[in-house]
């Protein structure tokens, strides 16, 4: 069932003043109903598609260690001769750190600014760039507030069993980082036998 807010909640919601959008409504950008007795009433999945007047594009670019700055740098570089390409004024947020961690400082504020409708369009280099797992649920909130999603590269250069080692390593590492704490032998045996398998992949 579709839930219809007041003035005053939309424009909380929208982050915005009332009378922005008695302007939106006289510009034809933002149409609310009425009720009987002529209050506006706004449909919440309307107003979650409705950008705010300063939403922009954004650059993702990560990587994993400190030994690929270059590669961080060139990222960069990629996205920002790209948008200038298409006439985007871009702003880059760049990560150092895994594609297994979901607590990177520049992904939370990237899904502030998702989940904010400030955010026009997301370009990245790559699709892996965002998330080595679960990058879907970021393109999902993309979809939900409207923000378009543009992959510069989609056709990726290593092959899909390289890319599986790979994400399979990591796993391992997250996993070994873990168990060894624990400083128990069972789990060390357990952290080599993995190793050997992902090491046969």
């Known amino acids: ?70 590669d961080l740098s060139r990222q960069i570089q990629v996205l920002e001769l790209f948008c200038a390409a298409q006439g985007w004024q871009v702003e880059i947020i760049s990560d150092l750190g895994s594609g297994l961690n979901y607590s990177k400082r520049g992904l939370k504020r990237l899904i502030k600014l998702i989940t904010d409708n400030q955010v026009e369009r997301l370009v990245l280099t790559h ?17 939900i507030f409207g923000t ?17 080692d790979k994400d399979v390593l990591e796993i391992i590492a997250v996993f070994s980082a873990r168990l060894y704490g624990s400083r128990s032998h069972k789990n060390k045996k357990i952290i080599e036998e993995l190793k050997e398998v992902a090491n046969r992949l």
Request: proline share 2%; aromatic share 8%.
């Open 1 to 70: 069932m579709s839930k219809f807010l007041t003035i005053s909640e939309a424009a909380e919601l929208k982050g915005v003043s009332p009378s922005t959008l008695r302007r939106w409504e006289t510009e034809g950008k933002l149409i609310p109903s009425r009720t009987l007795n002529g209050h506006r009433r706004y449909e919440l999945s309307q107003l979650l598609n409705i950008k705010k007047e300063l939403s922009f594009t954004v650059g993702y670019a990560r990587v994993s260690s400190h030994d690929q700055k270059e």
């Open 127 to 143: 699709k892996d760039r965002l998330l080595r797992f679960g990058s879907e649920l970021i393109f999902s909130l993309c979809e």
């Open 148 to 164: 378009e999603i543009v992959i510069i590269n989609r056709t990726e250069d290593a092959s899909f069993e390289e890319d599986l």
